[in-house]
């Protein structure tokens, strides 16, 4: 009989880990492991249960972190120079944490079944590096932006220095030309429009998200400020 599914999995991600760091690992300077492992201890030392965490820089043609259900994270060097502080590589890497700690990756138990035998590395990495967070929703996506903020908090980290992580996200995607992705639709930009926040509105709204599995960036960061403030007052609060 083949061999228990979750041994399979695990045994196909360390494969994955192994070949991207053997692709795309080729770091030369201390600060990129330094601030990396600095930051991965403080979110790690906070997290309340779970297996600790790796981060891992790659020279990948993108700005991007992702994970895979391996304990490993992966932020491409191209985003993190961008980062201007600790605190600011907490959040995106908060982010990822999230997506352990809150059993998003469950979604991706087994589904290396569906893979043809032989095309692990390359192609995996190729799902998880373009399409794990849209595979994991609008909600999800939110979800994991309030909990990056909420460790950043209890490990010590400046909430706004954190949340500058949308203004260099911002950035990225702008300089791609993906205008929508932040944005969001032109139809439902119009601040002055009387439709807008009704049913009409938000039905749109819905759709374009359900489509695209992602929330508009500035959607995003309205959302977890909001939070963040929130969360401010019931901490300053006990
Ligand atoms: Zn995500």
Do not use: K, N
């Given at each position: 009989m083949s061999e228990d599914r979750t041994e399979f999995d695990q045994r196909l991600h360390g494969e994955l880990h192994a070949e991207l760091l053997a692709e795309?690992?080729?770091?030369?300077?201390?600060w990129v492991g330094e601030r990396l492992e600095r930051v991965m201890a403080r979110l790690n030392a906070v997290r309340q249960d779970g297996y600790p965490l790796v981060a891992h820089c790659l020279a990948i043609p993108a700005s991007a972190a992702f994970t895979t259900p391996a304990p490993h994270i992966y932020v491409s060097r191209q985003l993190l120079e961008r980062l201007p502080t600790d605190d600011c590589t907490a959040f995106v890497l908060g982010h990822e944490v999230a997506h352990h700690d809150l059993r998003h990756?469950?979604?991706?138990?087994?589904?290396?079944?569906a893979l043809p035998g032989g095309v692990v590395g390359s192609l995996t990495a190729a799902v998880f590096r373009h399409l794990s967070h849209r595979l994991y929703g609008p909600e999800r996506e939110s979800q994991a932006d309030q909990y990056a903020i909420e460790i950043c908090l209890d490990a010590g980290y400046d909430g706004e220095r954190a949340l500058q992580a949308f203004d260099i996200l911002e950035n990225e995607i702008l300089n791609r030309g993906d205008i929508d992705g932040v944005f969001g639709p032109e139809n439902l930009?119009?601040?002055?429009?009387?439709?807008?926040?009704?049913m009409a509105f938000e039905i749109q709204r819905w759709m374009w998200t359900r489509a695209r599995?992602?929330?508009?960036l500035r959607e995003r960061r309205e959302i977890t400020w909001a939070f963040y403030r929130r969360r401010l007052v019931e901490r300053a609060a006990r």
């Open positions: 795309y690992s080729l770091e030369t300077e201390a990756l469950d979604l991706f138990q087994g589904w290396t079944h930009l119009d601040p002055t429009d009387p439709g807008r926040g009704g599995r992602y929330l508009p």
